[in-house]
């Protein structure tokens, strides 16, 4: 496995404090992520770049465009697999993101768009490891959700094995008219169906080497070149303190004079 596949997917920030918990007490740790790595982002939503003043209705005229993939007119997050109909006309899309399996075994794959669109899946959560799955061909277009209009449209049966995280990116380009696109898959024991937003994190993708140094000694201390981490732990020390005033009070009995059951810790903070 390469240093990008052990670290792409795996290495979110809530990873980070979680491995800063396990070496408290130990001297400075420094965490270096190569070049293209890209972390798993926000849970249920797919990072979404917009390209717009581009006419055409192919795939092809977005990706022969100067401005991709680098220079994108906005950059947003989609909630689930299925942007908004009928937004607009002569603009490309990229969605980029994860998608972890929930079981192991074999998966097909949809998708349906207005106009020409891209389907692509990672054999693994590489970036560069994906290939292109399924198509709405050239210049075409599907009514929404219609899956079933060209046979390209469909995956071939693909395995993954559950808990890992596959790299997914959709190319959209919408000439003019109307415009829409959706995925669908069909995970082992399921009829096919949307892919729920459940299985899918945003692609939160650094290009560049990140360098970052962490005193694993200091509770406060941050990373340097990553947003801030939010601090669980506060929240954890304060609750039980809470739970052991009100258990040892005369009042914490139930109406027939019992103690009442000791209270389930609180889950930790997410
Ligand atoms: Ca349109
Ligand atoms: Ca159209």
Redesign the pocket.
């Known amino acids: 496995m390469n240093p990008s596949a052990r670290f792409a997917g795996s290495l979110s920030f809530g990873n980070m404090n979680r491995l800063r918990s396990r070496l408290l007490g130990l001297a400075a740790v420094t965490l270096v992520l190569p070049a293209g790595t890209a972390v798993a982002g926000e849970a249920g939503k797919l990072t979404e770049e917009l390209w717009n003043g581009l006419s055409g209705?192919a795939v092809s005229n977005l990706t022969s465009n100067a401005n991709f993939p680098n220079s994108p007119t906005t950059i947003g997050k989609l909630s689930g697999v299925e942007p908004a109909s009928n937004i607009g006309?002569n603009y490309g899309r990229r969605l980029r993101g994860w998608i972890t399996a929930p079981a192991t075994g074999s998966y097909t794959f949809w998708i349906a768009g207005?106009?020409g669109c891209q389907l692509w899946l990672s054999t693994d959560s590489t970036v560069t490891h994906r290939q292109m799955i399924a198509e709405v061909p050239g210049s075409s277009?599907t009514s929404f959700r219609q899956y079933d209009k060209y046979a390209s449209q469909k995956s071939a049966t693909i395995s993954l094995v559950q808990g890992r995280k596959y790299y997914l990116e959709v190319l959209h380009k919408?000439?003019?008219?109307?415009?829409n696109l959706s995925l669908a898959w069909q995970p082992p024991g399921f009829n096919r169906q949307v892919i729920p937003a459940s299985v899918i994190d945003a692609y939160e993708g650094p290009t560049r080497t990140i360098r970052t140094t962490m005193d694993c000694r200091t509770p406060g201390s941050r990373p340097t070149g990553f947003p801030p981490i939010l601090p669980p732990a506060r929240q954890a020390r304060t609750a039980p303190t809470a739970i052991r005033t009100a258990t040892a009070s005369p009042t914490a009995r139930n109406g027939s004079g019992n103690r009442r059951p000791s209270p389930t810790a609180p889950s930790r903070a997410a």
């Not at 919408?174 to 415009?179: A, R, V």
């Open positions: 209705d006309d207005d106009n277009y919408e000439g003019s008219g109307g415009d």
